[in-house]
């Protein structure tokens, strides 16, 4: 196959990449951080492809993508990883804008790119890392968890445009709880290493489903955060 990932250079983008190129697929690998770009690259140099590249750099991802396309001819899968999310206990507006312009912005832009090239190449699949995040609001990082309640919704949007077109395009929203990476901080439970969640996500690519929780037990959760009341929520 010949893979994308948009947010390669750590975590579980980098992950997933590694996993990828072992079972021989060709992948290109994207993020800002060139120097992690040109280090992961190294290890494998005749199956990635990296590309130094800004998601919130909105004019930059036509370019990236048409280059993309351009050396690799045809995509079967494209992941966008990128995110970030940081308390914003104040709620000023310099936290809040570049979670929606990565989260957002930088994300819906991917997404429609991929989407649109799967329409014009007859195939593909598209994946998002989305997160739990989705389900609920939260009093102290909102504009983090309002942006994956976005990437929730959006991913099924295209989920469903995806059944009714003419072109066999698959849409995989990955919704992981906590995941041992440089983004999950603070106290927190059910840690899954980003070899776990990774080997998780890749089983759920493959068996094309339409969301799939990461690790799979977070699936109870997110039942129960969907319908706890509100003065709960208050608490945690
Ligand atoms: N870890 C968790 O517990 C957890 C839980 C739920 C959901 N998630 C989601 O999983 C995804 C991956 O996060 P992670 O846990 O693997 O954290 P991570 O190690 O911090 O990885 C984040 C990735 O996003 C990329 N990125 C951030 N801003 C970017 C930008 N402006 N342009 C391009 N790439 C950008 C980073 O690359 P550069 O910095 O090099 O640009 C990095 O490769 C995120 O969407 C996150 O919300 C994580």
Redesign the pocket.
């Known amino acids: 196959m010949n893979i994308v990932i ?9 992950e997933l990449a590694n996993l990828y190129v072992n079972n021989g697929h060709k992948v290109a690998i ?4 060139i120097e ?1 770009l040109k280090t992961i690259y190294k290890t494998h140099p005749d199956q990635y492809i990296y590309k130094q ?4 750099d909105l004019a930059s991802s036509d370019i990236v993508f048409k280059e993309l396309i351009a050396v690799l001819k045809t995509i079967d899968l494209v992941i966008y ?5 940081t308390p914003n206990y104040d709620l000023t507006w310099d936290k809040e804008l570049p979670t929606l312009e ?2 957002v912005l ?1 994300a819906t832009k991917i997404f429609g790119l991929a989407y649109q090239f799967f329409r014009k190449q007859g195939y593909g699949h598209l994946v998002g ?1 989305s ?3 989705g389900i609920r609001g939260n009093r102290h990082v909102p504009a983090y968890f309002a942006s994956k309640a976005f990437q929730n919704n959006y991913l099924e949007s295209l989920w469903l445009k995806g059944k009714r077109s003419k072109a066999t395009i698959y849409v995989t929203d990955i919704i ?4 041992d ?4 901080q603070g106290e927190t439970f059910w840690m899954a290493t980003t070899q776990k969640a990774s080997r998780q996500i890749v089983h759920a690519i493959r068996k094309k489903k339409k969301r799939a929780y990461i690790t799979k037990r977070w699936w109870l959760l997110a039942i129960l955060l969907r319908i706890i009341p509100s003065p709960i929520l208050l608490k945690m």
């Open positions: 948009f947010g390669a250079t750590s975590g579980i983008g980098k994207t993020g800002r951080r992690k590249h800004d998601v919130t990883s990128s995110g970030i999310g990565t989260n930088g890392i997160s739990l995040a992981p709880g906590f995941v990476t440089a983004m999950a």
